[in-house]
């Protein structure tokens, strides 16, 4: 009896320990990670999100946009072994000499910890360019971006569309597209640019819902209640980037990390 009742606990997901991510946990834990990036941990959860979203080590996953790399970190060696990652962003070939540089900077970091990261693989993704050149279609389990949607709306209703659907043709049916972005409230209003750095929630969804995608799952565990998005110079004003300098600094710092959206959406 007691091995039955543990089987169903099993198959109804009680027994939480069991489905735990040990792959996911050692990729966080790793000693490649930036000290500077481990700091923000507490606030970005990434455990809990990415194991929100789904991911599993055996993916073909796109990171959109990695920037610095922050969670490239984690999924280039939890992925290594068993999936792929490709970062999409830029690339050594783009015709712009700034997008070329950025690419060399992300290139280095790579190179620095082949172990960690030697089998990543790059795509062209450029919005303010039209580029989106990262995977064939069909191909990847997952995409991701982590707060970036907020950088892309400058270009263009246009090039948004083209944008979103460029990650619907590269999902496999079924596959999952997973956002995080600062939220701004819905009293408040967004310009055409988002350019306090917050968007609104119900806007992202209609972007995706748009390309065809369908909404699987909200998550409130990057949300934060002490941000009111009212900040002068925008998200930039919080931590990590404390765009005001010395101004209000503390103040700021007891906000910490801005309240962020977490939605999942899904390929039919």
Same mark, same amino acid.
């Given at each position: 009896?007691?091995?039955?009742?543990?089987?169903?606990?099993?198959?109804?997901?009680?027994?939480?320990?069991?489905?735990?991510?040990?792959?996911?946990?050692?990729?966080?834990?790793?000693?490649?990670?930036?000290?500077?990036?481990?700091?923000?941990?507490?606030?970005?959860?990434?455990?809990?999100?990415?194991?929100?979203?789904?991911?599993? #080590?055996?993916?073909?996953?796109?990171?959109?946009?990695?920037?610095?790399?922050?969670?490239?970190?984690?999924?280039?060696?939890?992925?290594?072994?068993?999936?792929?990652?490709?970062?999409?962003?830029?690339? &050594?070939?783009?015709?712009?000499?700034?997008?070329?540089?950025?690419?060399?900077?992300?290139?280095?970091?790579?190179?620095?910890?082949?172990?960690?990261?030697?089998?990543?693989?790059?795509?062209?993704?450029?919005?303010?360019?039209?580029?989106?050149?990262?995977? #064939?279609?069909?191909?990847?389990?997952?995409?991701?971006?982590?707060?970036?949607?907020?950088?892309?709306?400058?270009?263009?209703?246009?090039?948004?569309?083209?944008?979103?659907?460029?990650?619907?043709?590269?999902?496999?049916?079924?596959?999952?597209?997973?956002?995080?972005?600062?939220?701004?409230?819905?009293?408040?209003?967004?310009?055409?640019?988002?350019?306090?750095?917050?968007?609104?929630? +119900?806007?992202?969804?209609?972007?995706?819902?748009?390309?065809?995608?369908?909404?699987?799952?909200?998550?409130?565990?990057?949300?934060?209640?002490?941000?009111?998005?009212?900040?002068?110079?925008?998200?930039?004003?919080? #931590? &990590?980037?404390?765009?005001?300098?010395?101004?209000?600094? +503390?103040?700021?710092?007891?906000?910490?990390?801005?309240?962020?959206?977490?939605?999942?959406?899904?390929?039919?």
């Amino acid at each position: 009896m007691k091995r039955l009742l543990l089987a169903a606990a099993i198959v109804c997901g009680v027994a939480g320990p069991a489905l735990a991510d040990d792959a996911l946990k050692a990729a966080i834990a790793s000693g490649t990670r930036t000290p500077a990036n481990v700091e923000r941990d507490a606030q970005r959860h990434p455990y809990e999100t990415l194991t929100f979203f789904g991911i599993k #080590p055996t993916m073909t996953v796109v990171e959109l946009s990695p920037g610095g790399g922050w969670y490239t970190e984690i999924l280039a060696p939890y992925l290594r072994d068993k999936g792929k990652l490709i970062a999409a962003g830029a690339t &050594p070939g783009s015709a712009s000499e700034n997008v070329r540089k950025g690419a060399a900077r992300f290139q280095e970091k790579l190179d620095a910890v082949p172990a960690a990261y030697g089998k990543v693989q790059l795509g062209a993704f450029e919005p303010g360019n039209g580029v989106y050149n990262y995977a #064939p279609k069909g191909t990847a389990d997952m995409v991701l971006t982590f707060r970036n949607v907020h950088n892309w709306i400058g270009t263009g209703d246009a090039n948004m569309k083209a944008l979103f659907a460029s990650v619907y043709d590269a999902l496999k049916p079924g596959g999952v597209f997973g956002v995080v972005d600062h939220r701004l409230p819905a009293s408040v209003k967004q310009d055409e640019k988002a350019s306090s750095g917050y968007v609104h929630e +119900a806007y992202v969804i209609k972007l995706a819902e748009n390309a065809g995608f369908k909404l699987a799952g909200k998550s409130e565990v990057n949300a934060n209640p002490r941000d009111k998005a009212d900040h002068e110079g925008g998200v930039w004003a919080l #931590p &990590p980037t404390y765009g005001n300098k010395d101004k209000d600094r +503390a103040k700021y710092a007891a906000i910490g990390e801005s309240d962020r959206m977490t939605l999942k959406f899904v390929k039919p």
